[in-house]
């Protein structure tokens, strides 16, 4: 199980804790839901999420600043004993003495922000599906082809470093060469991204590494990208028998997520960057409703019917 320290959500955030900073580093965040407390005010704490980080905006605060001073104090004590990784009061709303008093009880970081609670619940939450999403590393290329995130993979040495330095010159964007860190952000949504040690490189086999940034600029490259497309690249095997109709579709398992898969042979004389254009914009054209496959097998069908009658 993957977790964030809460130093790193105030630091993302623009957050400030009177708690000192070994505090931070230590208190983890290991879901990234984020709750409300409604019913706990109240002292109802059966299902309480006392793992996930606890927000209140106008609604929480108006209720706290009603209720009388000892049960406000009975409430929030026992909120606290929970020991969920942080306390954040949204919308600049002034922070109650109490709650800054168990925040030292207990050693539960509490932070304000400006930002209205929807706003901010919204971009935690989305943020937090990043940082503890499951991933991967994969030994590939991924290239944002027409807006289409590609993932190219095969054997070492079949050629998708030089795939997708070719296509980097025809003005699509590299993620990633060598290895693809993949995150799953979602049930079906698969997030690929570059390790730090060698963002920007390629490695071409005769000239070594190269900056894409330095040589092709910053519209060259892109930080992460969506994975929408598998190309496998395999030598070309006398015999085999590859997919010429494109009927049956294959697809590419990733930690549970299936995404659309497309063989391609090689062999000399193909122009693979131009193939994985081609392949992009027809994965573009299938998610807009037509697919040239269907239209051909149509009109087969339609010429069988007729000669038959």
């Not at 549970?256 to 992009?280: H, M, Q, S, Y």
């Not at 010429?303 to 038959?308: T, V």
Request: charged residues 25%.
């Amino acid at each position: 199980m993957y977790s964030v320290s809460v130093e790193r959500l105030a630091e993302e955030f623009k957050l400030n804790s009177k708690l000192d900073s070994m505090c931070l580093k230590k208190r983890l965040i290991k879901t990234s839901a984020v709750n409300r407390p409604a019913l706990q005010l109240a002292g109802f704490f059966d299902y309480f999420e006392s793992d996930a980080i606890q927000v209140i905006g106008k609604v929480e605060h108006a209720y706290l600043e009603r209720l009388e001073p000892v049960f406000r104090e009975q409430v929030l004590r026992e909120l606290f004993s929970y020991g969920f990784p942080c306390f954040i009061v949204c919308g600049g709303l002034y922070i109650f003495p109490e709650i800054l008093v168990f925040s030292e009880e207990f050693s539960i970081p509490v932070f304000s922000t400006d930002t209205p609670e929807l706003y901010f619940i919204e971009n935690v939450t989305k943020w937090l599906k990043g940082e503890l999403a499951q991933r991967i590393t994969i030994h590939g290329v991924l290239v944002d082809i027409y807006g289409v995130g590609v993932l190219i993979i095969g054997d070492s040495g079949i050629g998708k470093s030089e795939a997708a330095l070719e296509l980097i010159k025809r003005g699509h964007r590299l993620v990633a060469d060598d290895a693809v860190e993949i995150k799953k952000v979602s049930y079906n949504t698969l997030e690929g991204t570059c390790p730090e040690l060698i963002k920007h490189f390629i490695e071409i086999r005769g000239i070594g590494v190269i900056d894409v940034k330095e040589l092709f600029g910053v519209g060259s490259i892109k930080p992460l990208k969506n994975i929408e497309l598998v190309i496998k690249l395999e030598m070309w095997q006398d015999g085999k028998i590859y997919s010429r109709m494109g009927l049956n579709d294959d697809y590419y398992d990733i930690m549970g997520v299936k995404v659309l898969l497309n063989t391609i042979p090689v062999r000399p004389g193909r122009n693979l960057a131009v193939i994985c254009e081609v392949a992009a914009m027809n994965l573009r054209q299938r998610l807009m409703g037509y697919s040239a496959e269907d239209i051909l097998n149509k009109r087969i069908e339609s010429i069988k019917i007729e000669a038959g009658n």
